[in-house]
């Protein structure tokens, strides 16, 4: 539960973080695939967050700045990966470019950019040390039955959303 509980904390906090960041830039349409408040991408990340963080970082017996280094390192490549996959797979299952770096000055392709690599690695690393504490305690809190209804709507919303793509 605490993972699926997490998927979805952290997809709504990159639907408010994407749609705080652009609506002071662009005029943003929706944030993600769904209609709801939740951008898969952000739970996936922040599950490959958490996955790396319980089997790599937490059993690294080193000091703590090259941890915080290694850490920076690893989020960096893993989230970007997560961009990479996310960003193919959104537009072969929905038809959709969520995001077209192309014409970034440091494109790879549509869906990473060179510039974006160490945003990823420094939002990673503050989720590990400064966020996932307090963000462990708020879904420690949520009642499964809360936990149960939100992912009965998520679930609907992929659905709405899949049958009409």
Not at 25 to 39: E, M, Q, Y
Not at 55 to 69: A, G, Q, R
Not at 91 to 103: A, G, P, Q, R, V
């Amino acid at each position: 539960m605490y993972y699926i509980s997490s998927f979805l904390l952290y997809s709504f906090l990159g639907f408010a973080m994407e749609n705080t960041l652009y609506k002071n830039t662009n005029i943003l349409k929706s944030s993600g695939v769904l209609n709801g408040p939740i951008t898969i991408v952000y739970g996936i990340g922040g599950l490959v967050i958490l996955l790396i963080d319980k089997s790599i970082l937490s059993k690294l017996k080193i000091n703590k700045t090259l941890k915080i280094i290694l850490t920076f390192i690893i989020l960096s490549i893993s989230l970007t990966i997560v961009e990479l996959v996310s960003g193919y797979l959104c537009h072969l299952i929905f038809d959709i470019d969520m995001w077209n770096y192309t014409n970034k000055k440091y494109n790879m392709g549509k869906y990473i950019c060179l510039e974006y690599i160490p945003i990823w690695g420094l939002i990673g690393t503050i989720v590990v040390y400064l966020l996932k504490p307090f963000f462990d305690k708020v879904i420690n809190k949520v009642p499964k039955r809360t936990t149960y209804i939100l992912i009965f709507i998520f679930i609907l919303d992929l659905t709405i959303t899949i049958i009409n793509k």
